[in-house]
């Protein structure tokens, strides 16, 4: 499993974020590498914007990229940029949408992940973020 992060986030998130991919590497290194792991795709008629009352909205449109129609079995990781992380899982592909409250108005760096997972530790993504500022 190998996933960089680069976006201007504070401090605390950033290392949130580096312990929790160091804890997953560390958790996936026990696994083989993922044999035929496909890659949907996130649409640009994706839309993540700020919504009145401190919060945020994602609507992601995936693609099936070099998945199969038939293949089964994908996760969205949705990151508000806040710390908190949330993850659907799916048999088939399906759109995304969720929405964010936050605790202070600010800007946020949003990431969304649309990933095929066939097993535990072995998944292939794509992603998608913007910059919102909410009040």
Same mark, same amino acid.
């Given at each position: 499993?190998?996933?960089?992060?680069?976006?201007?986030?504070? =401090?605390?998130?950033?290392?949130?974020? &580096?312990?929790? +991919?160091? %804890?997953? /590497?560390?958790?996936?290194?026990? @696994?083989?590498? #993922?044999?035929?792991?496909?890659?949907?795709?996130?649409? =640009?008629?994706?839309?993540?914007?700020? &919504?009145?009352? +401190?919060? %945020?909205? /994602?609507?992601?449109?995936?693609? @099936?990229?070099? #998945?199969?129609?038939?293949?089964?079995?994908?996760?969205?990781?949705?990151?508000?940029?806040?710390? &908190?992380?949330?993850?659907?899982?799916?048999?088939?592909?399906?759109?995304?949408?969720?929405?964010?409250?936050?605790?202070?108005?600010?800007?946020?760096?949003?990431?969304?992940?649309?990933?095929?997972?066939?097993?535990?530790?072995?998944?292939?993504?794509?992603?998608?973020?913007?910059?919102?500022?909410?009040?």
């Amino acid at each position: 499993l190998s996933l960089s992060l680069s976006l201007a986030l504070p =401090s605390q998130v950033m290392f949130r974020a &580096v312990v929790f +991919l160091a %804890a997953l /590497a560390l958790a996936c290194a026990q @696994y083989p590498p #993922c044999p035929g792991a496909c890659t949907p795709t996130i649409d =640009s008629r994706t839309v993540i914007e700020p &919504v009145p009352g +401190l919060k %945020a909205t /994602a609507e992601l449109l995936p693609g @099936y990229g070099s #998945c199969s129609t038939l293949y089964r079995g994908y996760q969205i990781y949705m990151h508000w940029g806040d710390g &908190v992380v949330d993850t659907t899982t799916y048999q088939a592909m399906l759109p995304f949408q969720g929405t964010h409250t936050y605790f202070t108005g600010g800007t946020y760096n949003i990431t969304a992940y649309y990933c095929s997972f066939p097993q535990v530790c072995c998944n292939s993504c794509s992603s998608i973020w913007k910059e919102v500022t909410v009040s």
